[in-house]
């Protein structure tokens, strides 16, 4: 168990150092993201939507953000080792559709979008799949990155607060 | 002479303290355990954190597939990457079910059994439990009452811990306990409605096998109050909840009179017919595959129900050619578990600003009140609901993205209000384990079969549990109520089986009498669930800890007046 955590905190780290999107430029960064880079799953443009996308739903604030804490690598690695080809193929899918949903709603490109445009086109998709017309896949997608981001020490820790050993039982306590 | 006073087969749940009460009694004990050891300081894995967990802590789907069909069909929540190691891998542990049935053998094998796994919801039976075979005509009487039990309870609770709430309920009789965690402030305002519109009803803190106040003798074994980590599934370094591993095995061992053997698989016992005795067990190394005999003055079954009962079978012989003390042909059958698959959950208003704070072992529980205090009832006995009321995470799956999505995750929450039925189980002489003809595992034993369904009395039941659920929701003025319709689990799924070696007054038609001795063999003692006549509709695991306690006494007074 202990050589599968070191390979994972090993991809993390090399995955991450490379995969941060440029956060003013309006543009990501695409050689940044490419495969050789460390990716074992996903593709080049996979990993660019994917990260676009992760940043977008869960930005840098006070906290860090899915960037910061390489929720796209830890998904590369989750695809990798935990997935079977069904769930793959499942994943690969629901990328595509986000990525051709976005695009449409951007009008052309989604990873040359501008930022406002990119965040519009995605509020859209999520409106509409919290609205009844969801893209395929889309809501479990957007779960998956959530969980992936809370598993982090930063989402944890820093952004809900979790406590590795509470000591302690408060049954109703001030939020 | 024997080379032990008394072997133990099984260091679980029950044969811990089978082991404990038999070693402190100054016998000199053997535990033979099939699975290998559990060393907690490398096997347990409560301290590793969510980000170094791989894989966000799931097991590789293929590797599911392989491995753990059964399990992981059956307990999903409980099997992940970093809590594997605790489970049967089911293509190396195969079983097979009677065509159109179903049945859920969940387990692991290793020092601890079960023990190490379980939920830890530790629930006394009632004096009704005790009586209803013999008042509604089923199955064969208790030859126990409540009363013959309860100091039995007092001893093993005082020594485990449990943490829960005096109540005054007749049926739920309370015990020796340290505090309870408190309701949550939902919880609280769930229980006002409910006992207000249903007087017959109570919804209490579960009481569950949880230190919360380290007494002297728990300290000593280096045992300590529970953190509120919500960790238990990978063991706990604070050994804060009962576990064998956790209490009873090192409490046997500071006696200086245990000796506990690992990869021991009891394969069959051997009785010799001139005494009516049993004079030890057959066993194949689970590594090696040699085989060996050891010799005993008193032999403890406690493999679990399922195991029991099949070395029982396996064990057969000219004296007792159905499998030993089996005259009675009640071995293997009036296999129960409870049964669940109804229930509801609802938002309660008014806590939205409010949280908590610690991650508690248990939630609430709503003991049994059909046929006790409310009368009108479609079926026999009863159920219990176990459930909580906490605020709803957003999960990912609330509208949004960007900050306020983020921040949507620690927003104020509205908090959900879940119950779920574990509802008795009747017995029945045809919902029963045999071994598979010609079929056998790696270590030539005859696989299990099984053939259980359910009856008319427990759909009925959980049909009428399901609307109580949703009633007892509207009573507490709870929205978005949710219920799916009944869906009874599988026979085995709730990990409570029971009864394959029944106790009863008559040997001719049960297999053990009322201090879980074989009828038929006075040396044989079976502890575990097998000897459950009925099946109640509590959690099990504390009564197979008191009736083990009480069986291994009885079985050193006998000793001791040279009585067996
Ligand atoms: C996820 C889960 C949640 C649960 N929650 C609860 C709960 O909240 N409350 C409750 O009361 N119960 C609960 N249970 C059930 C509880 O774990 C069992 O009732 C209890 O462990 C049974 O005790 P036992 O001694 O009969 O068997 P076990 O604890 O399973 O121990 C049996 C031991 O015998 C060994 N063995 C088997 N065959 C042989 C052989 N042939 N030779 C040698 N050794 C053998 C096994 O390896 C094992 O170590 C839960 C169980 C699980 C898995």
Redesign the pocket.
Known sequence: MISRRDVIRNLVISLGGSSLLSACGGRVTLQALAPDAGARFYGERELAVLSRVSDLLLPRTETPGALDVHVPALLDGLMAEWANAETRAQHRASLAALDEALGIRAGGDFLAAPDPVAERALAAVDADAFGGEPVEGYRDLKALVTQAYFATEGGAVDEQGWVAVPGRWDPCADR | MADFDAIV???????GWSAKELAERGLKVLV????PEIVPDRDYTDTIPPWERPNLDRVPEEEIERHYPKQYGG?AY?IKETTKHFWVKDDEHPYEEAEGTRYDW??G??T????I??????YRLGPQDFEANEREGVGVDWPVRYEDIAPWYDHVERFAGIAGSAEGLAQLPDGVFQPAFALTCAEEEFKARVEAAFPGRNVIPARVAHITAATEEQRALGRSNCRVRDRCEHGCVFRAYFSSLNATLPAARRTGNLTLVHN???QSIDYDPGTARVTGVRVIDAVSKRTRTYTTRVLFL????I?SAM?LLQSASEAFPNGLANRSDQVGRNLMDHVSGAGASGLIAGFENRTVFGRRPGGIYIPRYANITEHDKPYLRGFGFQGGGTPVGAGGGVAGIGRAFKEAHRAPAPWRVSIGAFGEQLPHPDNRVTLHPSRRDSWGNPIAVFDVTYGDNERIMLAEARKDAIAMLEAAGCTDIRSAEVDLTPPGNR??EMGSARMGRDPATSVLNGWCQAHDVANLFVT??SFMASSACQ????T?MAFSARAANHAADLMAEGGL
């Open positions: 087969v099984g260091s679980g749940m029950s044969g033979l355990e099939r699975g307990v409980a969940l387990r094998y290793h601890g059994g079960r023990s796994m379980w939920s830890r919801q530790a021991a698989i009891v406690n493999a679990s129900t195991a070395i990990i409570h575990d669930g959690n099990p695991s504390l197979y």
